[in-house]
């Protein structure tokens, strides 16, 4: 059986019941598919087809959903269809964009909504994006799709649950809602946050509430990232993070902490355009300078404007221009207005340029053509 939506319920109703209740001893087709195929019951007043098929048009004729059901139940006020394990398409610019099926569900306000309970699937045949949960909600004129409770969304770029989900099918955008954990493949990564937009086309991640990444390799976890805002272009593999970043490296093991950086997960690199401060905790050297950036896979870190290198084990202290450091070795190479300062035995030195290691005071600062080092003793 079909009934359109096009037309308030009520009148669709009206015209059915005539059709079943004329004594016409001509029947069309329609009417003997009635017949074969549902059946119509008056229970307590509300009207009961089975095996029925129902839609919705636009204004201009165009199908917004088209839903067949095994049972299909009108209300009194004939405003609310109740259906049986329904299944069928949503449609956008007269074109299927989801498949979606479930145990049951409601038809409301002419059509307006298309509300799904129980093992809900919903199906993007655009881009293979799948989405579960237990409560759907379909709103054809906004192109909206809502999810809720035991919510599941899966496609090979992500895996990702959540509270609640809005799927805007125009912009191909999945957005989470509560307690949203997803997991990616490629870069493999492991994300949690309360917010997070997933732009399916553009394959891309947004978070602007505060997000922890843990990145893996061989099922081992090499980096953690928090960040109150991110940005994750998943076929590039990069992030760019904002506000109150904090990265922590295993593997060289240390840990940055910026307000602004570029996270190349293919690179292995994380360079920073505003003040950063980088710490190796078994050694306790803290380095500090006005941008920054670090080689993970080369174990080396760069730093420029404003640097200061500190060893806190005999509290020997570089400042300079520019410093690079070899993780590994604990070498510093500083250059430019380079400062050298030492507590025991207490002196500074200063010149154009400096090699050494903070922690056993070896630091050696040297002049070119026409640059004098000069050193200061402190009694």
């Known amino acids: 059986m079909f009934v359109s939506f096009k037309r308030p319920i009520a009148f669709a109703l009206c015209f059915f019941a005539i059709a079943l ?29 089975k095996n029925i098929t129902l839609d919705q048009a636009d204004e201009r004729g165009r199908p917004l959903w088209k839903v067949k059901a095994k049972q299909a139940t009108y209300s009194k006020d004939k405003k609310i269809a109740r259906i049986d394990q329904p299944s069928g398409d949503l449609y956008q610019d007269g ?46 004129k906004e192109d909206l799709l809502i999810v809720r ?66 990145r893996y390799k061989n099922k081992i976890v090499t980096d953690r990232v928090e960040s109150d805002k991110s940005q994750l272009e998943l076929k590039t593999k990069i992030a760019t993070l904002q506000q109150n970043i904090q990265l922590t490296s295993l593997d060289p093991p240390l840990l940055m902490s910026s307000n602004s950086a570029i996270w190349n997960m293919k690179a ?55 410093l690079r450091w070899d993780i590994p070795t604990q070498n510093v190479q500083a250059s430019g207005n380079v400062i050298y300062q030492q507590i025991n035995p207490p002196f500074n030195t200063t010149g154009p340029t400096a090699v050494g290691r903070l922690q056993d005071q070896s630091i050696v600062v040297t002049g070119g053509a026409g640059n004098r080092v000069v050193t200061e003793i402190i009694p």
């Not at 380095?287 to 290198?309: P, R, S, Y």
């Open 95 to 140: 074109k299927v964009v989801l498949q979606v099926s479930a145990a049951s569900g409601e038809i409301r306000q002419d059509g307006k909504i298309v509300l799904l309970k129980g093992q809900i699937t919903a199906t993007d045949t655009r881009n293979g994006a799948l989405f579960k949960g237990d409560d759907l909600e379909w709103y054809p």
């Open 268 to 322: 292995e690199t994380v360079v920073s355009d505003q003040p950063v401060r980088i710490v190796q905790q078994k050694e306790n050297i803290v380095l500090t300078g006005n941008q920054g950036q670090i080689d993970l896979k080369q174990k080396v870190a760069n730093l420029t404007g404003g640097v200061q290198a500190l060893g806190s084990k005999n509290q020997a202290k570089v400042y300079a221009n520019q």
């Open 21 to 49: 209740l004329s004594g016409c001893k001509s029947q069309t087709r329609t009417e003997k598919k009635i017949k074969q195929d549902t059946a119509a019951t008056d229970i307590e007043g509300s009207l009961v087809f």
């Open 149 to 214: 409770n035991n919510l599941k969304g899966t496609h090979p770029q992500l895996q990702a649950t959540g509270k609640e989900g809005r799927y805007f099918t125009r912009k191909q955008q999945f957005e989470l809602l509560g307690q949203v954990a997803a997991i990616s493949k490629d870069p493999d990564l492991q994300m949690k946050t309360e917010h997070l937009i997933w732009q399916i086309k553009e394959q891309r991640v947004n978070a602007d509430k505060r997000i922890w990444i843990e």
